[in-house]
């Protein structure tokens, strides 16, 4: 079968990651790179033929790139994502024949933009992908497999407990709160919301299965918000957390309903921009009744130590793990990062379901239930309430609801 022709938006930090994720399957090609700034499309383009990915050509515009592929992956910044979706509708009405859209997380920054997107996806027929990683990672698929008998006998797990946390995001956008969608939890927590609702998910059943019930969430500013820690966050990204805060710390508890049995089922969310270890770690645990498991990816099977004799030489500690914090001492290798997240597999996936002409496992509408339930959070944790998800009327609140950080409010959130 023909590889599917690929067209990445955006050249920064995810993009890269994708290309050495490609690299590691077969059914994608990159034929087409748009960025702001050509330079980095170009480096990127550089990569894509080392890794044997592709020869893309650099396109100045969507519209130009538009012609020459098949499917268009978004890994430019939270806030393009309406306008660059406009530009792909208006390209497929002239007449590209593009199959697909990849999103990356989040889908959006509210409700109301998450379903515009969706609305528009659907207008030009074209399949989506939304692009959580996390429900494709191997340690999770492999745990779920093996506990798959225990699920069978004594039932699905009844508690989970996920986090996504690290020292702080690497661009000015992710600490703008207009920009970005909000901190920590709009950046991470759509992620550690998603990855905790499949893994209570019956085997077997899709990933929207469980009916959301109700949220409860706290978000906080506690270490970014220190004057000395606001100055460098003022000095290195030109973000004023003073005037535009957004929480560097969310956790909260969603409550699930199976619809088939009526049970209840819990899962535990924690993310941060605080995380004062070697750099990022991915937690993800579970208990059903009589088992459990655990994910932890800061437990590698690889450490290395770097005494301080030996500091100078180090070149690139984001090398070894993303969000490397410290480049001596005892750290964390990763020998495959981009198979750990579950990069080759969301890729794969997304490539097989638009060959086949439909959505991959995870649709924009489902990237949409999972703006719903992240925004749900910032409710709560604004109102210091329980949500709860089975109102109408905080459901139609939720349509329109766009949270006082992502407005730029933050300080009356934050600083109570
Ligand atoms: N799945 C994950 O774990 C994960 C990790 C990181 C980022 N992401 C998501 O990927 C997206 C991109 O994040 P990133 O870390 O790569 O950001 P980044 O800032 O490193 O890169 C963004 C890229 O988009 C380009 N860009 C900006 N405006 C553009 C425009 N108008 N037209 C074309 N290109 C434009 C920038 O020049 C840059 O190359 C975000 O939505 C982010 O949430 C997901």
């Known amino acids: 079968m023909q590889p599917l022709k690929l067209g990445i938006v955006g050249a920064g930090f995810i993009a890269k990651f994708q290309v050495q994720a490609l690299a590691q399957i077969r059914s994608v090609e990159v034929t087409g790179i748009v960025s702001r700034t050509r330079a980095h499309a170009e480096a990127l383009a550089h990569m894509a033929r080392s890794c044997h990915v592709g020869d893309p050509a650099v396109y100045d515009s969507i519209a130009a790139m538009a012609p020459h592929i098949d499917a268009i992956a978004l890994y430019a910044p939270n806030y393009m994502r309406v306008e660059m979706v406009e530009e792909i509708v208006e390209a497929v009405r002239r007449g590209a024949a593009i199959r697909g859209i990849i999103c990356e997380k989040p889908l959006a920054r509210n409700v109301a933009e998450a379903r515009r997107l969706v609305e528009l996806a659907e207008s030009a027929n074209l399949r989506t992908a939304y692009f959580e990683n996390q429900l494709f990672m191997k340690p999770l698929t492999a745990q779920l497999a093996q506990l798959a008998p225990q699920q069978e006998t004594m039932g699905p797990p009844i508690l989970v407990r996920s986090a996504e946390e690290h020292g702080g995001p690497h661009e000015p956008w992710f600490w703008d709160p207009v920009r970005q969608g909000g901190g920590a939890l709009c950046d991470?927590?759509?992620?550690?919301?998603?990855?905790?609702?499949?893994?209570?998910?019956?085997?077997?059943?899709?990933?929207?299965?469980?009916?959301?019930?109700?949220?409860?969430?706290?978000?906080?500013?506690?270490?970014?918000?220190?004057?000395?820690?606001?100055?460098?966050?003022?000095?290195?990204?030109?973000?004023d957390y003073d005037k535009t805060p957004a929480e560097d710390f969310a956790t909260g508890l969603i409550t699930y309903r199976n619809p088939e049995s009526g049970q209840l089922v819990k899962a535990q969310f924690t993310n941060s921009w605080m995380f004062e270890k070697q750099g990022l770690r991915l937690l993800v645990e579970g208990m059903g009744p009589g088992y459990a498991f655990e994910i932890n990816t800061l437990a590698s099977s690889t450490q290395i130590f770097i005494g301080d004799a030996a500091a100078e030489a180090v070149a690139d500690a984001e090398k070894a793990i993303e969000k490397a914090t410290a480049s001596r001492g005892l750290l964390t290798v990763h020998h495959n990062?981009?198979?750990?997240?579950?990069?080759?597999?969301?890729?794969?996936?997304?490539?097989?379901?638009?060959?086949?002409?439909?959505?991959?496992?995870?649709?924009?509408?489902?990237?949409?239930?999972?703006?719903?339930?992240?925004?749900?959070?910032?409710?709560?944790?604004?109102?210091?309430?329980?949500?709860?998800?089975?109102?109408?009327?905080?459901?139609?609140?939720?349509?329109?609801?766009?949270?006082?950080?992502?407005?730029?409010?933050g300080a009356e959130v934050l600083s109570r």
């Open 337 to 409: 990062e981009a198979d750990l997240y579950g990069y080759p597999d969301e890729n794969a996936d997304a490539a097989a379901a638009f060959l086949a002409g439909r959505d991959a496992f995870l649709p924009w509408s489902y990237g949409l239930e999972i703006t719903q339930l992240v925004m749900a959070a910032y409710l709560a944790a604004e109102e210091r309430r329980t949500v709860d998800l089975t109102d109408p009327a905080v459901q139609q609140r939720l349509e329109t609801y766009t949270p006082l950080i992502q407005q730029g409010r």
């Open 188 to 239: 991470m927590g759509c992620h550690s919301i998603a990855v905790g609702r499949h893994a209570l998910t019956p085997q077997g059943k899709p990933p929207d299965f469980l009916v959301p019930v109700s949220v409860t969430a706290e978000v906080a500013l506690l270490k970014w918000g220190l004057p000395v820690w606001r100055q460098r966050l003022l000095e290195r990204f030109g973000v």
